[in-house]
């Protein structure tokens, strides 16, 4: 069955996959991706059937035995399906039960043996590929998975974001990291590029904003995960709903018919902002680090029994930094106030390290 994910039109409505994260028993997949064929919304069904657990002894998919159940699934909606694979094995049962569109893991993808052995596998075969960026925010193995496919002679190679691990983070199961996708839709500009709310989330409420999101930096759809019964998910239950519910989040999605300049306008525009962005979050990193030097200072200066206030080494910093300020069209003012507020912060830092 072809997916018309691949040499979409500028108007296009934006592409959904949904599904359940896993295929538990066929009733399940078949109540499932018949309510979602319903909603009128969904333009390719999903399931995972092999689970990649982080622990054996959890629920690792039901294995080669539910493709036949998307398969039925798939003559009763009309709509293709797709599948996770991670071995050669699993793309040749895909591929024996025709499966309409596999999809490479975040797991995966950061594995170049595993990518290859697919590549191989796949060797003369065209079937629709969707890579999902690998776990850890690095860029190159997502493009290096893509290459591989490449390639392989695999000419519908898409990608699918569904986020990073990031230590410390806790909005999100996975940060989505916007600078790293939006990258890779400047490298690969004509590659389908969906986005992965469910995975990025891990929630239920703010599937919405990511969803939202994605369509507001020019991806072309989404894959949200949907399921009869979240709460009785065998996977992944937290981030899932019911696909009533998503008829709702989708209607509500704002899409606006872009014109390809528009496109090109909204991807500039957000990869300047992301740069402003992770500009900021270095900026307020530095200042971390600056007030932990301050604090160190500050108990140098306890020990010794000198005052916090040296007003001729403020006087120096403040001196450097307008002239370094300038140099970089930064205002003698700018630098004052910006310097002032600086050097309160470390005033009162060091202020906590003598009330210790
Ligand atoms: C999935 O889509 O069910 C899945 C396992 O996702 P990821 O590879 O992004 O963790
Ligand atoms: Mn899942």
Redesign the pocket.
Known sequence: MQSALFNRQPNDKPYLISGP?SAETEEQVLDTCQRLAATGKVQALRA?IW??RTKPGGFEGVGTKGLPWLKKASELTGLPIAV?VATAKHVEDCLAFGVDILWV???TTGNPFSVQEIANVLRGVQVPVLV?NPIHPELELWVGAVERLQKAGLEKVGLIH?GFSSYGNTDYRNAPMWHLPIEMKRRHPDMPLLC?PS?ICGRRDTLFTVAQQALNLGFDGNMIESHQDPDAAWSDAKQQITPEVLKDLIQALVWRHETTDQREFLTALASLREQINQLDAEIIQLLGRRMAVAEKIGEYKKENDITILQTARWNEVLERAQRQGNSVGLTPEFVEQYFAAVHLESINHQNSVMNR
Do not use: F, I, L
């Open positions: 994260c995972g689970k990649p996770e893991g975040a797991r999902k569904r992965d995975h």
